[in-house]
């Protein structure tokens, strides 16, 4: 019952400030459209923290505090983990599809620039992040991992993440829509993992906000790099995707083997 009182007002209320955002988005730099948008990724954290108030339930239940002492190696750890993700990506991509993504001539200097100017942003930005984080990752977690152990906890939120997204994708019409949904769910699916053993370690939802962000925006530092071509991009998006995909997925499931493991042992001492 917890789950679904989280579940159903979070999608419902997302899908109407997601509409209302498309309403003014024919100008992407409308006030309205920007923050209409803003609360509508917010709501996993306004839906959690309104349970909270409602059920009397203390908000440091939510794991919301960085809990930094005696865990920076782990903070460390799950940076570095999402810096190689999003560095890998595009590369990786150009590899394997060198007639559709290519790097042009390659200045050491300006990357490292660009990697620093959007890591400081992807900081800033993870404030934002927190407000999936704190409906996903503190309030439902718990919840379905007291029904359904870790493991499966975890596959069930990414779907139900993947779903969320879905709610937006649909709203905003994009020719994609459906093919992003599965993308975004696979992803949250395996990346997930990761954040939950960064949380269990710590205690925490910090970590798994900032592997959030940085793997949100730190690709983007290729941007001035690269050369698509975008018809064959097109052509073949769905395999650039897979392909793009396969780090994260190498990650993904070493952390469930890892949680795979924890469950294990502690069923053997309960």
Known sequence: MQVWLFVIPCLLITGVFTFL???????????????????ACFMPAVTAIAICLIKHIKISELAVFPR???????????????????LIDQPLTAA????????????????????????AAALVGMISLLGEEIGWLGYLFPRLEQLYGT?????????????WHLVMLLIIGTDTAL?????VT???????SLF?????????????AVVHSVTNMLPGVYA????????????????????????????????YVILFKWSRKNRCFD
Request: proline letters at 3%.
């Open 21 to 39: 955002a498309k309403a003014y988005g024919t100008d992407p730099t409308d006030e309205r459209a920007i923050l209409f948008t803003t609360i």
């Open 68 to 86: 930094l002492r005696g865990n920076v190696h782990i903070y460390g750890i799950v940076i570095l983990i999402a810096v190689v993700l999003s």
């Open 96 to 119: 394997v599809f060198p007639d559709i993504v290519q790097f042009q001539d390659f200045d050491c200097f300006v990357f490292i620039i660009n990697v620093l100017f959007i890591l």
């Open 151 to 163: 493991v499966l906890a975890v596959v069930l939120m990414g779907l139900i993440r993947g779903i």
């Open 179 to 183: 093919i992003q949904f599965g993308m």
């Open 186 to 192: 696979i992803t949250n699916v395996l990346l997930d």
């Open 196 to 208: 939950v053993c960064a949380m269990k370690k710590t205690s925490s939802i910090i970590p798994a």
């Open 224 to 255: 001035v790099f690269i050369i698509t071509n975008e018809e064959l991009f097109t052509k073949n998006y769905l395999q650039i995707q897979m392909v793009s995909l396969i780090p994260t997925a190498i990650i993904g499931i070493a952390c």
